[in-house]
């Protein structure tokens, strides 16, 4: 075991180490913590809805639906200016935060990945009637400046609002986005700019200062943009949403995909690096969009597209933190017979609570440590395994609303899912995943402390 930890210790950590210092995946990463913000405003509106309008819907309350149309009214607005936008918002936070990386005027990079990204957007629209419309209708429509075409009206100055500005952008800002947003660092970096005197106040200097780097990314940005609507009849938005956002969504529900993330999580912890943290532009990056389009789809009253999303690994995955270690935390505090570890046991069970898991990592500490280097291991791979299967069976409702990540366990189940068998879920795995950790406890009981 311990030369298989050195092994693992060698080759593992360096890219662990590399990935985790490397600045577009910080930035990404910042850039998704940036609009926590206004998701959970948005998941607020959704689970306040949810609570006075859908499910008193489903039981015919319609005279309490009816007065509660004010809040519900309320909600629409909230959901409007977060959730509904989430992509617009994140088309400035990345930027940025790349800026922030690389030591540039950061409000000046953010402006410039969002204009890159609404450039993406169709700025048309179409609409297919019934039936083809009369003369007269047709002359009143045309005269308006739309065009009629057969049973079909279109016209320009339009962007889907439903359609792209959520989580369907999230690839594109990454992409064009990320592209626009390097050559105006670069521009910078290389002092392609507009240098103001000394007296000039910095806030007006620094405006100045980006304005060629900018100018010439949305230029750049521009050509890309008006090149696929001119000679390949489609937009950028519609193109990286079909060849790349589409596939890679669809990936990330498969099984595989799942397992792989959760053991690298894990992995990466065991060696004391921030599992989550190093992985999180993967994690946001994939499950969180597919989070934002269950989101989106259940304020709509659609199906949900996505059964597994980034929320779903907190919840079954790592209860109490990374590893589930608030069942290991349990498993000490009735069966460890070591002073030591009860001590480390009584002081993190709290915290554990709200899954903030460092004080076991670090104090037990579980790093490192080989005695629970297989049940860290093993508990969430477990538990991540039953939670998938169960859902994919659809015995259990996939995540309709944002969670923050330090809600305790069983509430946050509850109100992620608006499904009361997913706390019976999440009860069941924490069992499972204290049987694992049991074992090696008591293994642990025969250890004296000096021996480690």
């Not at 953010?110 to 179409?126: A, E, H, R, S």
């Not at 304020?299 to 949900?304: P, Q, S, Y």
């Not at 440590?369 to 991540?384: H, W």
Request: proline share 6%; net charge positive.
């Amino acid at each position: 075991m311990n030369s298989f930890i050195e092994w693992l210790n060698k080759h593992l950590v360096p890219i662990a180490t590399k990935i985790g210092s490397v600045r577009w995946l910080v930035a990404l990463r910042d850039a998704f913590i940036s609009i926590m913000p206004a998701t959970m405003a948005g998941a607020v509106a959704t689970v306040l809805n949810a609570l006075v309008r859908d499910i008193p819907g489903r039981f015919g309350w319609t005279g309490f639906v009816n007065a509660m149309q004010p809040l519900i009214g309320v909600n629409g607005q909230v959901w409007t200016g977060s959730m509904a936008v989430l992509g617009l918002i994140f088309a400035f936070t990345f930027g940025y935060q790349l800026s922030v990386q690389y030591k540039v005027e950061p409000i000046t990079g953010g402006i410039v990945t969002l204009g890159t990204f609404l450039m993406t957007l169709p700025q048309g629209y179409t609409i297919t009637l019934a039936k083809a419309l009369s003369k007269a209708d047709t002359d009143i429509i045309t005269k308006a400046g739309a065009a009629v075409t057969g049973n079909s009206i279109s016209g320009w100055g339009f962007f889907n609002f439903n359609s792209y500005f959520g989580a369907a952008g999230f690839f594109t800002v990454m992409l064009m986005g990320g592209l626009a947003a390097a050559i105006y660092i670069w521009l910078m970096k290389k002092h392609i700019t507009i240098k103001m005197p000394d007296s000039v106040p910095p806030a007006i200097a620094a405006a100045f200062t980006g304005i060629i780097p900018a100018t010439v990314a949305m230029y750049v940005s521009g050509i890309i943009t008006w090149a696929f609507t001119k000679f390949a009849a489609t937009t950028v938005i519609e193109f990286i949403s079909k060849i790349i956002q589409e596939p890679l969504l669809n990936l990330s529900q498969g099984y595989g995909a799942v397992l792989l993330m959760t053991l690298l999580v894990q992995l990466f912890w065991f060696f004391g690096l921030h599992g989550t943290n190093v992985l999180g532009p993967v994690l946001d990056g994939i499950w969180l969009t597919a989070q934002v389009a269950n989101m989106s789809a259940f304020n709509a009253g659609k199906a949900l597209p996505y059964i597994w999303t980034r929320n779903a690994f907190d919840l079954y995955a790592w209860i109490g933190g990374a590893g589930s270690t608030l069942l290991l935390l349990l498993a000490i505090l009735f069966f460890s017979k070591r002073d030591d570890q009860r001590a480390v046991a009584k002081m993190a069970i709290a915290p554990g609570f709200f899954n903030v898991n460092e004080p076991v990592m670090f104090g037990l500490p579980i790093v490192l440590d080989p005695i629970y280097f297989i049940p860290f291991l093993a508990a969430p791979v477990v538990m991540v395994t039953i939670a998938y299967f169960v859902m994919q069976a659809g015995w259990v409702s996939p995540i309709k609303t944002q969670i923050v990540w330090s809600m305790p366990p069983i509430v946050n189940s509850l109100i992620a899912t608006l499904d009361w068998r997913a706390p019976v879920l999440q009860i069941v795995n924490g069992i499972i995943g204290f049987l694992i950790y049991l074992p090696f406890v008591k293994a642990a009981n025969k250890i004296k402390p000096a021996e480690y």
